[in-house]
Structure formats: structure tokens, C-alpha cells
């Protein structure tokens, strides 16, 4: 499938900054007068209650221009923004803090956010933190991903997607799980995948096509055994990445009863599947390379 027109024209409608209805500056350019005239994009980080958000929402602002314009004014400041919530957050002592056990700041409604490492919550907030932490670093230095970092962070995500039992297993803690795996395959530990993917009694109900999509690809990395993967096995990453990749996809399902319910940011989806490709189905090094797998969504 071929995309770049399209993105190229989802792109360029993001970046008019003409003015809508309320006579308020559209798109990204308005986006980075708000930021300009509350004095920054951190101007509420004492209230920040979800530290992986802001990481995430700069990352994905980041890839959405990048596969079209890398080079860009706003690709840059987002990217930047991006590593500097990343850097904030994992040196927040709120991550240390209980709110619930430490009571030294009491609650106040619409007051500053007392403390990150709540049950059930936490560790996965922190996970999500430093697996969007390790992207953007990438990305900015046109680097190796930490492996070590990564499989940090999968293991995180994946016990607090696990809290609360069955009764709590609906998409959204299947779809972070399942992005474990897939933090897994990116630090190159099938062996982590696979243990994520066969280690589990729960279905996965909600989420079925992507966790299948998931253990075939393991499978045939497994079954390649360090060589090429089979034509079928790269035909079906390609057809579940191109579905991925395309433009008009602003975001993934969530209340389908068909199994292709995601959650999560759709770029940075788009990134980890076209690293993915990168490193499994190009067996191409990510290092030196990132320009080019950006290009990949779009192409």
C-alpha cells in the first residue's frame, strides 16, 4: 500500500493553523501558542497525574509529522518536549510516593497530584514512562534501543496490566500486555515474548486478532531460528502493518466484538510495528536508521 500523498495531506491540514469557528489558531501551530502563552508545556506538571501521558502525547504529535515532514520546525520541539517529560517524570520522587499510605499532602480538588505509585496503577505508569523514555532517546540521538530498559518496562506493564483478576481483563489491560510483548520483541528477547504470549491463562477476548497476530510472528522468528522469515510470515506482518499505517486509521477501535480492540497511542504503535519491520523483516539495525523507519509508515 502506498500512503504518502494521504499522509501528506493529513500532515499539511495539521500544520495550516488556520482559524476555526471560535476564531481560535487550528492544528499544531495553535497547539504551540497554548503552550507559549500558559508559559510552556510543563506549566501544570505539579497537578500531572498520568506521567506516561505527556510522553506519549509528544511522541506521537512527533511521529505524526516526522513521516511526512522529519525535518520540521514542530517535529523538533515535540521530539524535545518528548525527552524532557521523559527525563521529568523518571526523576519525579512521585513515583516513591503512595498517596494513599502518605498523607504529609492532603487532597485538594484541583490541587497539586500527591504521589504516582498507586495500586494498580503503578508500576505500569512508570513502565509506560520509560518505554516511551526509550523511543524518544532513540529517536533523538538516532541510536540503539536499551534492551535492558525495555524489558524493564514490559515486565512492569504487564503486572499491573495483570491487577485485579479476570473481572478487570477488558481491552484495555490486554492491549498494554500485549504491548509488553511486543517491548519484548523490540529488545530483541523472543524467548521474553513467547513467555509473555504461553504464560497467561486469560483470553484474550477483546483483543484476540492482534494477540494471534502476535504469536505467529513469534513463531516464525522462532521458527527462522536467526535467518530470513518465510514469505507467508512476512506477507502477514505487512498486511496487519499496513492496516496499521494508514492515515484515515486515527486511532484503534475500543468497543468492537470482533477482537480488534487496541488501546494506545496509534503512532506510537505505528513506530514499534515499523521498528519491528526494521529489525525482523528488513533485519536492518535500528541504529543510524530511525529517518528511515519513520519513512516506512508513510511510504
Known sequence: MMYFEDWK???????????????????????????????GPFFDWGKLAMP???????????????????DHE??????NWA????????????????????RSVKF?????????????????????TLAGACLARVLRDDSELNAALLLQAAEEIAETALHGGSKEWIYMPQSKYLRSVRLCLLAGRVDK????????????????????WLQALCNAIDAADEGSLSDEA?????????????????????????GTNLFGNINVLRLELAALRQHYILRQPLAGNWRQVLASISE
Open 193 to 212: 515474548a513467547q513467555f509473555l504470549l504461553k504464560n497467561i491463562r486469560r483470553k484474550f477476548k477483546h483483543t484476540y486478532v492482534h494477540q494471534q
Open 83 to 102: 525527552n524532557e517529560a521523559a527525563d521529568r517524570a523518571l526523576a519525579d520522587e512521585r513515583f516513591d510516593i503512595d498517596p494513599e499510605a502518605d
Open 9 to 39: 495531506q493529513k500532515v499539511d491540514i495539521s500544520l495550516d493553523g488556520t482559524l476555526d469557528q471560535w476564531g481560535q489558531i487550528s492544528g499544531y501551530p495553535g497547539v504551540i501558542r497554548s503552550y507559549a502563552e500558559k508559559g
Open 234 to 258: 512476512i506477507e502477514e506482518f505487512q498486511t496487519f502493518f499496513d492496516n496499521v499505517r494508514n492515515p484515515e486509521l486515527r486511532g484503534m477501535p475500543g468497543d468492537n466484538i470482533d
Open 108 to 128: 485538594i480538588s484541583n490541587g497539586p497530584c500527591r504521589g504516582w505509585k498507586v495500586e494498580g496503577i503503578y508500576p505500569g505508569n512508570h513502565g509506560e
Open 74 to 79: 514542530y517535529s523538533r520541539i515535540f521530539l
Open 52 to 70: 506516561e501521558g505527556p510522553v506519549d502525547r509528544f511522541l506521537g504529535n512527533f511521529i505524526f509529522i516526522s513521516v511526512a515532514y522529519p
